[in-house]
């Protein structure tokens, strides 16, 4: 973080500082109270508890709130910032604050994606750019004002994601950030536990543009049905393509699996391009072409990014292999599941071909789909069937309705199997696996009884 002056951010939010609050050093803006230290601004929400006795203990904290809090008399009168609205405020200073900064932000959203686009942009970048970007795939509300705080004097680039889980995440994750890039990476079925419609999720989705104030570049996957439906007619900057239609900007001519990644060929401005990526899949070369487009949009030589991307190392559990005891492959797919990745994720593991191999699904629920939730199980069933799936293992009770579509789809009855936990399906896995068997894990959200399995069968 940049340090501030007290009265320059009071300014920003249209309050006017007393002379005691001049010339006062900020190097720390938070809304959690345990991260409160030395020379510290806290915005107060949903009227928590201050630790009023911990905040004497340090030097130059100031607490901006909408309401007294208990014990506030033993606090200085002039470390209270009384505001009339918190929230108005708080997002009066994260403006400010961006502002501080002429870089470029580019923001990454959609269904599947965001985080692989993101490292790999951030792997293309980092050798030569000083980035800010978001870590992993943390990209909850939470973690937004840790982010911006992060950019400072030194920050070429920001790159952060902009996930949705419920309406008015977009919005307001861009009014931390007012990017000047936007990415789609894809859009299908997801979080409709909170948004109820899969119409409002895609337009929550879209507010990327208003969160952009219709201005700069829009990096869009010209190949997804629900991006080519979103209405662009009030974005004013300009809109980048990429995908295998001909009329894409970026265009992915060709791809070829290899034994750990994915050889591609791309055209752009009328020169074609040969790239290698690691990790597998016709989704991981959509993310890669992302990655370049924003790049190149941002001055990287096309050239010098493939380069670059050819040694991004994988993210742990994105279909991630590993080789298992006993002659066996595991694939690591549980960082999430819904109905796009799950997809993705059957769809390559039919384009793995070993001899005498039988390709075993362990699959837990699907999470956060609300009304759609039988539908999508329904398609999911038949998908298992279509991927040339041998042995299908659900786990847990949710997980349980992949079965009867699977074994209507064509799955064997008798390669159908359900466990509860993970001590389960271990003893199951001791007899009954063969070298060359291929298991395929995945399950959205987090549940450590597929770490456990996959521990316990690593060579």
Known sequence: MKTLLLENILTAMNIRPNQKQKGIRIKKVTYDRYDISSHTL??????????????????????????????????????????????????????????????????????????????????????????????????????????????????????????????????????????????????????????????????????????????????????????????????????????????????????????????????????????????LGDYTVYNAVAALAAAAILGVDIDYALKRLSSFHHMSSHFQIIEGRNQITLVDDTWKSNPASLRKGLETLSRIEMPSQRKIAVLGRMAALGKYADEEYEKAGHLIAASGVDILITKGSIAKDFEKPAIKAGVKPQNVYHFSDADEIKRFFDSFLRPNDLVYFKTGGDDSDFDEVIDYLRR
């Not at 800010?132 to 911006?148: E, F, R, V």
């Not at 996930?163 to 307001?172: I, L, N, P």
């Not at 979103?230 to 990429?242: A, L």
């Open 42 to 279: 806290y915005f107060r929400w949903n009227n928590r508890e201050v630790p009023v006795e911990r905040i004497k203990n340090y030097k130059n904290v100031y607490i901006v709130t909408d309401s007294p809090f208990s014990n506030q008399e033993k606090l200085n009168p002039d470390q209270i910032i009384l505001v009339k609205n918190l929230k108005d405020s708080f997002f009066q200073f994260t403006s400010y604050y961006r502002h501080l900064f002429n870089i470029p932000v580019v923001a990454i959203t959609g269904t599947c994606g965001k985080s692989t686009t993101k490292e790999m942009l951030k792997h293309i970048l980092k050798e030569t750019y000083n980035v800010q970007a978001t870590i992993s795939s943390k990209n909850a509300d939470y973690y937004n004002l840790p982010y911006l705080m992060g950019i400072d004097e030194n920050t070429d680039v920001a790159v952060f994601e902009t996930a949705v889980s419920k309406k008015g995440d977009m919005t307001e994750s861009c009014k931390y950030f007012y990017p000047t890039v936007g990415i789609m990476t894809m859009i299908d079925v997801d979080h409709t536990d909170k948004i109820r419609s899969f119409e409002n999720y895609l337009a929550e989705k879209a507010k990327i543009m208003q969160g952009m104030n219709n201005e700069g570049i829009l990096i869009l996957n010209s190949d997804d049905p629900h991006l080519s439906s979103i209405d662009t007619s009030k974005f004013n900057g300009e809109i980048i393509t990429f995908g295998k239609n001909k009329n894409a900007i970026f265009r992915m001519k060709k791809f070829q699996y290899h034994s750990s990644g994915m050889a591609f060929w791309m055209e752009y401005k009328k020169k074609e391009y040969k790239g290698y990526i690691p990790g």
